[in-house]
């Protein structure tokens, strides 16, 4: 888990809270949240080279779809992204969101979210949509 100050903590999860009722209101289903108070929490994700490195996503679902399409979603505030933590687990989110023919989502402070598509970028992860707030 990454350290976040207590500010940057409720911003975080914030960002988690605003979109889980996002996904909630277009009918997506299973929706599973890594913040306090959630009834569900998101199974963890690893490398099979490395399942000693577990990472838990800060939100996943199904998108209201014939494909029930799985959507693995991380919120980030401005001062996350730079961190290797973040990197970290956006390349397993990603890649594992590629696996299961899924979708990897980023949510940022609309602040911060060109930076957030920069380190997309220079790190060749496929973000599939970009969340702001």
């Known amino acids: 888990m990454t350290d976040r ?7 975080h999860d ?6 889980v ?6 009918g997506y ?4 949240a890594d913040i306090p108070g959630s009834t569900e929490t998101p199974t963890s994700v690893y490398w099979k080279s490395k399942p000693e490195n577990k990472y838990i996503p800060d939100i996943t679902c199904f998108k ?3 494909a029930n399409t799985a959507v ?7 001062e996350t992204l730079r961190n290797p933590h973040t990197a970290e687990q956006w390349k397993l989110f990603a890649a594992h969101a590629k696996n ?10 609309k602040i911060c979210a060109e930076v957030a598509k ?7 992860i496929g973000v599939t949509t970009f969340w702001v707030i």
Request: aromatic share 4%; hydrophobic share 30%; charged share 20%.
């Open 72 to 78: 693995i979603t991380e919120a980030e505030t401005c």
């Open 14 to 19: 914030s960002l988690v809270r605003s979109l």
């Open 29 to 32: 289903k299973g929706i599973r």
């Open 5 to 11: 100050s207590l500010e940057n903590q409720n911003s």
């Open 100 to 109: 299961v023919k899924g979708e990897f989502h980023v949510i940022t402070p």
């Open 64 to 66: 209201n779809d014939p």
């Open 21 to 26: 009722k996002h996904y909630s209101s277009l």
């Open 118 to 124: 920069a380190v997309a970028q220079e790190l060749s």
